[in-house]
């Protein structure tokens, strides 16, 4: 999703809904070179998540492949975006198993995104100082360049 503006602390408009998934619902067995390839993950990755704890537990067939389901896509779509931020990994999985035990530690799940938000604002905010003063710079040599082209 992208964020297009921030009407309040807590609530942001977001403009695309996220991705259809390829299959409807009771067809959504993926093997994991499919899951890559609509990921952009490798198949390692996918396997290390899964070790790690980061995924839930991944149904088998009756050959032992995995089989993923539209729910771990949307999952991994989320961590992708956990990914983004910036989050360290043991953050990401300790949030996983938050997940997996329940409604009760949904106030330990807000505090573990509210932290990660409150760092991703703070980069925002060295991003736009930054940029500030790469547009400074090239508006310099801008006017550098047309007072040369002037004499």
Request: glycine share 6%; hydrophobic share 35%; net charge neutral.
């Amino acid at each position: 999703m992208t964020v297009l503006e921030t009407t309040s602390a807590t609530t942001d408009i977001c403009v695309a809904a996220p991705p259809a998934h390829p299959r409807p619902e009771g067809q959504d067995h993926y093997t994991i070179s499919e899951v890559a390839a609509w990921t952009g993950l490798s198949a390692h990755t996918l396997r290390w998540y899964e070790r790690i704890g980061l995924m839930p537990h991944i149904d088998r067939s009756h050959t032992g492949q995995r089989r993923f389901r539209n729910r771990d896509l949307d999952w991994l779509g989320f961590v992708g975006k956990l990914r983004r931020t910036g989050m360290p990994v043991a953050h990401m999985v300790r949030y996983a198993e938050l997940v997996r035990e329940g409604d009760h530690t949904v106030g330990e799940r807000q505090a573990l995104l509210e932290a990660t938000r409150r760092d991703v604002r703070a980069r925002i905010t060295e991003l736009q100082d930054t940029l500030a003063v790469l547009d400074h710079k090239i508006s310099h040599y801008a006017d550098a360049h047309r007072a040369s082209e002037r004499a």
